[in-house]
């Protein structure tokens, strides 16, 4: 997929991140520090020839705001939301952008000469957070993204796990109860239906409807239509019973992904990204002592740190660049 | 770990699979093919020192059996059932031979002027599977066995994966059911409680008891005791209502599990060994189905042959000598 033609003191790299409302892409150095940026709304839905026109424009924007050119850098890597085939470069099917078996890398290695790179964007922001942020030097590291879904990288020997074929490193979608809530991907029980943030808004707002004295209720004002990630923290750090048991369920639930992902992996760090992982300490003290609870071997095995992602929105150009 | 010394012409290995009832040991060829057989019994719950000095016996035997020595041999690698800590040699745990903080590797480096390597018996089987049998020429292979527990090894890139500490590729030991049947491992609705061949014999226990007059039940001529995990698949075969309803049901777990296994590696080939995989097709055609069904991205996307290992006991050794 390459005829790759640099400069022999070409060092920078560019990372593209495709993200639901924009399109921000980044010039690296040797450090993994951003040296250029910019970003362009993706507008999905579009097609995708006419997305694809936007990341280049994007790239010749981070380009120009480093101030050095395509020569300088050494690769192109994208990362894209949805389920991606690494290696013929190809979208197989992205749900956020309406996108379906789409020859992305092949589209954009027409306008670069440099070798182009996609993968899946939570695998971009698990490679960013291992090369430059809070799992830099681990070897071993598993990313779950609590947000809408979740999303989930997985980095093993120092290097992103694709598997033989696209579809891979869905941690998000293994079970935690078989037959249980319906999830996005059409099966039940899925992790993601009770550790998104949306499973969270979901048991939250079950809560607050049984329970309309309790702050977690009160916080909505009247609206549960209003019940976000936060609310449910906000409370049980209040001390309200509702929210302690909405954020205690949701907790145990979070756990039991980690427990699998701690008996399969044995990782060094586990990283938590996306809206919920805000909550931090008050989110992670209790995850680690149930993973020590329950992981084969218990508290004598070998245990991750349960950590929050480092690099924001940057640990996916970050890793974008590192394919 | 080593001070080898072998000569130039060295190509031979050797390989140990530490087994409940006998010590198994084989000398193996460039094409793996197993050159000299000995065993010799375990009799487990003996001191770990006996033990060891057991299995330097048995692996000279084997020597003699091949008609070669140590000299012509390049590694002697050790399969034992239990937590191991492939880094340092040591057994972390094991249950079946009562032993904790072994340090075998060392105690066999004594003996031999070989490198030592150990690793977990399945993991071995694993490893032997794709080396020597029907995984041959896989990269990324995930195999269950399905015994009394359900053990597991993962090949990813051709390699054996132990993540980075002991107690990983556990996969027995991820959820089906969160709060479900106790686990062996003290959890709670891990894999193993539903898909094991004792998980298989409780559920068809329960069944015959509540239809008496189901083949299932009459098989076991009037003591359910005798129920193993053929009766349940003889019955079915044969049209028994009862037996298919158990069969059809531990299916569905097992195929939950390896659904599971699929979103997570996407490996090209997921392997059953063990007593329940003898039913062949019967157990894999159906498994196909359920997780074509189920599996990320559905029958569209990238799924794994689901087939029987087919080198019995002797994966064991030839996964070790691989190590």
């Known amino acids: 997929m390459s005829n790759h033609s640099t400069s022999p003191a070409a060092s920078r790299r560019l990372g593209i991140d495709i993200g639901g409302t924009s399109i921000k892409a980044g010039t690296v150095n040797q450090e993994n520090e951003i040296i250029g940026r ?17 990341i280049v424009k994007a790239a010749q924007l981070a380009l120009q705001d480093a101030g050095h050119t395509e020569k300088e850098c050494l690769s192109l890597g994208v990362g894209c939301p949805g389920t991606i085939d690494a290696q013929s470069g190809t979208v197989v099917y992205s749900n956020n ?18 070798p182009v790179h996609i993968s899946n964007d939570a695998n971009c922001a698990t490679l ?24 989930s990288g997985i980095v ?18 293994t079970l935690l109860v078989m037959d249980g809530e319906r999830c996005t991907c059409g099966r039940r029980g899925c992790l993601e239906s009770y550790a998104s943030a949306t ?23 009247g609206d549960l239509s209003r019940m976000d990630g936060r609310i449910p923290f ?3 750090r209040s001390g309200d019973a509702a929210g302690q048991r909405v954020v205690k369920q949701y907790i145990a639930y979070l756990a039991a992904g980690i427990t699998n992902a701690v008996n ?26 149930l993973v020590r609870q329950n992981a084969f071997g218990g508290a004598a095995s070998f245990l991750p740190q349960i950590r929050t992602a480092a690099l924001g929105n ?7 660049a590192n394919l």
């Open 97 to 114: 952008l309406h996108w379906k078996d789409v020859p992305l890398a092949q589209a954009l290695q027409k306008a670069f000469s440099l």
């Open 234 to 236: 906000t409370a049980a």
């Open 156 to 173: 093993l020997d120092g290097r992103l796990f694709e598997g033989s074929g696209p579809g891979g490193a869905e941690f998000g979608h």
């Open 264 to 289: 399969i992996f044995r990782p060094e760090m586990v990283l938590l990204s996306g809206g919920i992982s805000k909550e931090g300490a008050y989110l992670t003290d209790p995850l680690e002592k």
């Open 38 to 54: 910019a970003a362009v709304p993706t507008d999905a839905g579009r097609p995708w020839q006419t997305v694809a026109q936007d």
């Open 128 to 151: 960013g957070e291992v090369r430059a942020g809070a799992a830099k030097n681990c070897k071993n590291v598993v990313l779950l993204t609590l947000g809408t879904g979740v999303g």
């Open 314 to 320: 940057d640990a996916g150009i970050i890793g974008a």
């Open 199 to 221: 499973a969270l808004i979901r048991q939250a707002k079950k809560a607050a409807e049984t329970q309309p004295n309790s702050l977690l209720a009160k916080l909505c004002e």
